[in-house]
Nanobody, 121 residues
Framework: EVQLVESGGGLVQAGGSLRLSCAAS????????IGWFRQAPGKDREGVSC???????YYAASVKGRFTISRDNAKNTVYLQMNRLKVEDTAVYYC???????????????WGKGTLVTVSS
């Protein structure tokens, strides 16, 4: 059974930092892209960042330069370092996986349950 378990969400002031983690199991981690989507209240899910099986990274324009994604294949874990957080980054963040990176929800094979990030002003 594929499992993606997010952690690291919480409440932070604008300008602060958080690091999200995604622990994966149930599939051959090294062969898959792992990414993050988010969903803010009243909005559609949007792709935030992704790291491919060979380490290529992709970022949404709204987070580029502030967020950094990385993976540790030995630990089957992906991290999302979020710096200079803004109020508009407030959302539930979902860890996702598919064979290749996709910015469209329809291109994702598996989803985690999500972790809430709240950025206060």
């Amino acid at each position: 059974e594929v499992q993606l378990v997010e952690s690291g969400g919480g409440l932070v002031q604008a300008g602060g930092s958080l690091r999200l983690s995604c622990a994966a199991s149930g599939f051959y981690f090294d062969d898959y892209a792992i990414g993050w989507f988010r969903q803010a209240p009243g909005k559609d899910r949007e792709g935030v960042s992704c790291i491919s099986s060979i380490g290529g990274t992709y970022y949404a324009a709204s987070v580029k330069g502030r967020f950094t994604i990385s993976r540790d294949n030995a630990k089957n874990t992906v991290y999302l370092q979020m710096n200079r957080l803004k109020v508009e980054d407030t959302a539930v963040y979902y860890c996702v996986t598919s064979l290749v990176c996709s910015s469209a929800p329809g291109g994702i094979d598996y989803w985690g349950k999500g972790t809430l990030v709240t950025v206060s002003s």
